[in-house]
Structures are given as structure tokens and as C-alpha cells.
């Protein structure tokens, strides 16, 4: 994805330093999960954003709250590829490597390029640190890691107590401006201006002029040295991306999610509840949404993520745009109430933010092992239609269909995301409210016309054309009525254990999901209409597969993309598609789960590309085995 390709050299103005020009670049800053290296990628990720580069991210950060420092367990780091033209992943290889200690290092080094630049803090390379990370001797001192790649070893923490000297503070307290340091240096190197993070640091510590000082000492440090010392002899610019008009902010899909949520509520004419659990990766989502009081969002911390799906079927019933979130062991808690949202048929939105399982698991890596969990795992035959996010923008728009969907069927949703979606970040053309598609919802005031029977007895699951029963709010006079988890009478709603009744109604909850598909985009195809190879793919796999899939077309291979959006139902076309192309393959960050519902409805003999590491795909790995089937 990165180019090393040198456009126009030149020198810097005032300095006999080149600046050469590069199409893209991937940026990887990494170090002691105390280092504070997700604040200085988002920084970077920040200023490239507001200059005009496509911007996509992948943070990665350790599970422990605060493992051994120096260790290879507690190595944070957070990458970034900046580009001049669209891009889809955070990059394969990295072009620029920051190290921050050994064990950075040593978990780092296999992902930089040969040939690609690495900064080091050559302070902590001492015995004590060498040995954390399991090095016998000082990698630095390897003439091969020399050979390989441009080795700049920066007396970092030096130089950083050097430019916070004066100021009275503390040896740790002139240490934790060191990142600043090391960001400072890479603004230097990269062209980028560094105005946007010194007004950024004025405005977070306003309150204490000596940290607002120290922080932009050591920012402007790191600048100055990599203009006056000999070691950095270039420096390099991506231009401005030439993306559509409007105005753009840098968003993460957690934050997309919490805004689509908002936006549906207004556009609904509805207030939003919220009720929720703390739990990585989906706690930002609560956190974002809790700062929404002024837009009609209510958010309630439940002491577990029973009574948190519990408080949303109250809410729902209550005719609350009602929501929460999780991640897989919550979604698994979440079960029994989730059941009990089919069976009340009531709308209300469980988002899913997938991460590395089983039990606890990778809680801090992506995966998205949860699909068959969303369709299947609930007691009985509770059907839930399910949507997938494809990227953190896209999180936006796919939450107003998920609530579109609720309210017009009345029934539970499951909003599917990532730990990659959910913490990436990409650039996000922001959308006029006024272009947006109200969301229609209608409560009852009284039996419908042409209806037979008594004015006072309300019908409760008396269907409209899409098989939804009307969402009657409470305390309505004419409309009292009973809901609850015992199987109810086909149209009255009355308690009814006949075998007939329970039959129909298992039915009416299944028809009515399967009929959505009748309202939902037909499945569209990114390369040949038919041909040797259909790649289908879903969730936050899509960058990684479009490029792949976009890098084989440009070879001239017969291969097409299909990404799903929508995972149950299926779009009523995906059948036809796939019978359009000889081979199908379908890369999962699972064991095969996608996979398993291909074939079993569409009967065709799909080959599964599977990588359960905690890790998305590199693009590479997905050409190599688009090529593996074309070559068989």
C-alpha cells in the first residue's frame, strides 16, 4: 500500500536537506503501554487528516491494564497509513518504525520493510531493558539490522530532559512528554505541521501552564533535531487527497456507531435509550453517548449486561429508540433477553463489537467470530435479522438502516462491528441531517378501520403488510395490553400453548425477518459480472479484500468482490451471483463461519480462507491465495 517511489526531490527552504514526495506511507509508533503511543498516532492520525491525506488506522494495545513495564506482554503501538490517494487498510509493510524500547522492538521489527526507516530511543537499550525483552545482546549493535534498514538511535529520553530543563519538574514527570519528543521528530520527517497538536495540547492541560510548556518543549525538540542533525538527510510529503467535496472529520466506528445511533433517534422523532456494561472493545460507544444529553440520549450503566438487554426491552416497550452494546461474552449474557425481544417483538438494537474469544479471550484483538452466535444463539427458533459494519464510516450509515429495520418490522437487530472497525479511524465526509431519510414510526391510537370486534379490545399481534404488530405504547387509553415471554394467541395476543398457535407464530417471527430481504439493497459486484473467482467477504475484512481483489483485476486475473452487508437475511440476489463464477472464496477472521451459510444455502462448494490470529488480513496474504485457487 505504501510507495517508495521519490517524486520531484528537493531541498528543504533554508536547510541543504532534500524533501522527496511519496504517494503514501505507513507510520508504526510503538513502545511501553505506558509510553503513550495510542496519543501520539492519534495526533499524527489527526494533523494528516485535517491536511487533506486518506487516513486509515489500526491501533493495537495489550489486554493487561498495566503489564510489566519493558516486557514483550506490555508493548502498545498504533499504525497508520497517510495517503494521496483512497486507501482501505492501515498498510501491510511499515515504511517507518518507532521504537520506544527493546521489547518494541523486537515485536515490531518483522513488519518493517527492508529498506524502511527505523527510530529508536537508544536510552533504553540498557542491560536491564535488553534482558525484558529477551535479547542476549544489544540489537542495535547487529550490523545486519543496519544493512536492512535506515537505524536512526536517538538519545530520546535525554534530549527530552534537556528540552523540559528549568521547568521543576520531576524526573518522571520530564519523562512522560518523551512521546512528544519522538512525534515531533517523525512531524520533522513526514512534512506535517505540527500547529494542530501544539493547539491540541494548549486546550487539554490549560489548566497547568508547566505541563502545557513542557509538552510543547518537547514537541518542538523533536522537530528542531530532525532539521539541524546529520543523521536524518531527507524528509519526505504525501500530498492532499483528492477526496469528494464537504467537510470531513476524523471518525472511529465506535464514535460512527454512537452518532448513527443519535441521528436515527432525531430522525425517528424518538429519544434514545441506552443501557449497557463496560466492556472492551464496545465501552466507547457508552462513553460517546453519555456526552449526548443534549440530543435526547439517556444512558444507563447496568450493574451487569443481564439487566443492561433487560432495561432495553423495558425501554423498548415504553417506545424508546432502545439500545445496547457489547462484545461477545456480554452478547453471550445477553441471550435470555434478547430472546425475550423476539418473542415481545419489540424494536431495539444490540450492537456487537467483536473481539478474539472464546471466554475472555484476545480481549483487545479483532476477530469476528460472533456471526453464527448473532443468527443461532438463543434457546428456540428466535430469529434476529443481522448487519455488518464494513468500515468505521460505514458504521454510521448501516446503524440507520439497523434502527430503520427495528421500528418497521418491529424486531430486535443485531449490529455487528469489530475491535478494527471499532477503534480504526478514517477521514468522514460529514452529511448534511436534512439529506438524511426519516425513519417512520407509528404508534397506535386505536383499532383500525375495517377491523371487527369490541372498540375496547386491542389487537396486539394484528399484522401489516411486513408482518410487524403494532407498537402501542403504554398507558394509551383502548390499547392495554399484555407482553411478556409465554407464547401468545396469533392476532390477540392471549397466552396460547396449542401446538397450532406455536407453530404459526414460530412462522410469522421467522416470514417476517426472511421478508425483509424484499426491503434491503440488492448485493452489488465490484469486477466482472461472471467469471473464474467470486472473493466474498463481510465486516471489517473489506479493505484488505477490495484492495487484493482491485490488485489481481489490475493483473488481468478474472476475479470479482462481493462484500456483504447484510447477514441475515441475505440480499434476495446473492443465490444468482454466486452461481455466476466457477470458484468461490470467502477469507474470514473465523474458522468458517460465513462459509458454512454460503453452502448451506446456496449449495455451492466454497473454499474458506481463514486467520484466526487476532490480526486483520494483510492484503498480500489474500492476492497470494486469490492466486493459490486461480493457479488450481
Not at 523533536?222 to 542533525?229: D, I, L, R
Not at 460505514?394 to 443485531?414: K, N, Q, W
Not at 430481504?517 to 471489517?540: F, H, K, R
Request: charged share 20%; aromatic share 8%; hydrophobic share 40%.
Amino acid at each position: 500500500m505504501s510507495s517508495t517511489e521519490v517524486l520531484n526531490p528537493q531541498p528543504s527552504p533554508g536547510s541543504d536537506k532534500r524533501r522527496e514526495e511519496r504517494d503514501s506511507v505507513v507510520i508504526r509508533f510503538c513502545g511501553d503501554s505506558g509510553d503513550g503511543m495510542q496519543l501520539v498516532g492519534t495526533q499524527f492520525t489527526n494533523v494528516s487528516a485535517s491536511f487533506g491525506n486518506d487516513v486509515s488506522t489500526l491501533p493495537d494495545f495489550p489486554a493487561e491494564i498495566r503489564a510489566p513495564q519493558g516486557t514483550l506482554a506490555g508493548v502498545s503501538g498504533f499504525q497508520l497509513n497517510f495517503s494521496s490517494q483512497d486507501i482501505f487498510t492501515p498498510g501491510d509493510e511499515v515504511d517507518t518504525l518507532v521504537a520506544m524500547n527493546p521489547a518494541a522492538l523486537k515485536t515490531n521489527l518483522a513488519d518493517l520493510k527492508r529498506g524502511g526507516t527505523l527510530i529508536v530511543n537508544l536510552d533504553e537499550f540498557d542491560k536491564g531493558n535488553l534482558q525484558k525483552a529477551g535479547y542476549e545482546t544489544n540489537p542495535l549493535d547487529d550490523g545486519d539490522l543496519v544493512q536492512k534498514y535506515h537505524v536512526h538511535k536517538v538519545p530520546m529520553t535525554r534530549l527530552n530532559r534537556d528540552a523540559v530543563s528549568g521547568l521543576g519538574l520531576s524526573m518522571k514527570e520530564q519523562d512522560r512528554s518523551r512521546n512528544l519528543f519522538a512525534l515531533g521528530l517523525v512531524y520533522w520527517l513526514y512534512d506535517r505541521d505540527r500547529g494542530v497538536t501544539e493547539q491540541w495540547i494548549q486546550d487539554k492541560f490549560k489548566k497547568n501552564p508547566t505541563v502545557v510548556e513542557a509538552n510543547l518543549r518537547a514537541l518542538r525538540g523533536g522537530f528542531n533535531y530532525g532539521f539541524s542533525t546529520e543523521s536524518f538527510t531527507t524528509h519526505y510529503s504525501v500530498p492532499k487527497a483528492r477526496l469528494a467535496p464537504g467537510k470531513y472529520r476524523k471518525i472511529t466506528g465506535n464514535e460512527a456507531v454512537a452518532w448513527g445511533l443519535a441521528a436515527a433517534a432525531r430522525l425517528a422523532g424518538k429519544t434514545l435509550f441506552f443501557g449497557g456494561y463496560p466492556i472492551t472493545p464496545a465501552s466507547d460507544i457508552l462513553h460517546s453517548l453519555s456526552e449526548m444529553k443534549h440530543f435526547g440520549v439517556r444512558t444507563f450503566q447496568a450493574e451487569d449486561e443481564i439487566a443492561a438487554m433487560a432495561s432495553v426491552c423495558g425501554a423498548a416497550f415504553a417506545g424508546e429508540i432502545a439500545v445496547t452494546a457489547s462484545s461477545g461474552p456480554g452478547i453471550c449474557l445477553k441471550g435470555e433477553a434478547m430472546g425475550l425481544g423476539v418473542m415481545t417483538e419489540l424494536p431495539m438494537i444490540i450492537v456487537n463489537v467483536q473481539r478474539g474469544g472464546p471466554s475472555t479471550g484476545l480481549p483487545t484483538k479483532t476477530e469476528q467470530s460472533d456471526l453464527l452466535l448473532s443468527l443461532f444463539g438463543r434457546n428456540g427458533d428466535s430469529p434476529i435479522p443481522v448487519l455488518a459494519a464494513s468500515s468505521p464510516g460505514d458504521c454510521f450509515y448501516l446503524m440507520l438502516d439497523a434502527v430503520r429495520i427495528a421500528v418497521e418490522f418491529m424486531t430486535p437487530v443485531v449490529f455487528l462491528s469489530d475491535g478494527y472497525i471499532a477503534n480504526g479511524s478514517e477521514p468522514w465526509n460529514i452529511p448534511k441531517f436534512s439529506d438524511l431519510k426519516k425513519i417512520e414510526v407509528t404508534h397506535p391510537t386505536g383499532r383500525p378501520a375495517g377491523v371487527e370486534g369490541s372498540p375496547d379490545d386491542f389487537l396486539p399481534y394484528l399484522r401489516d403488510e411486513k408482518g410487524a404488530r403494532p407498537w402501542a405504547l403504554p398507558g394509551t387509553p383502548g390499547l392495554e395490553h399484555r407482553i411478556g415471554g409465554l407464547e401468545k394467541a396469533d392476532i390477540t395476543g392471549n397466552v396460547d400453548y396449542s401446538p397450532g398457535n406455536h407453530h404459526k407464530m414460530v412462522m410469522n417471527r421467522m416470514n417476517k425477518v426472511a421478508g425483509i430481504a424484499n426491503y434491503i439493497p440488492l448485493q452489488t459486484v465490484e469486477g466482472p459480472e461472471s467469471g473464474d473467482l467470486l472473493v466474498i467477504s463481510w465486516g471489517g475484512t473489506y479493505g484488505a479484500i477490495r484492495t487484493a481483489v482491485l490488485k489481481s483485476i489490475a493483473a488481468g486475473k478474472s476475479v470479482a468482490h462481493a462484500h456483504l452487508r447484510y447477514m441475515n437475511p441475505f440480499p434476495r440476489n446473492l443465490g444468482d451471483i454466486v452461481k455466476k463464477y466457477r470458484k468461490v472464496l470467502i477469507p474470514e477472521l473465523n474458522s468458517g463461519q460465513l462459509r458454512l451459510l454460503i453452502r448451506g444455502n446456496f449449495l455451492v462448494d466454497a473454499v474458506g480462507f481463514n486467520k484466526i490470529q487476532g490480526k486483520p488480513f494483510l492484503v498480500s496474504e489474500v492476492v497470494r491465495k486469490i492466486d493459490e485457487i486461480l493457479a488450481n
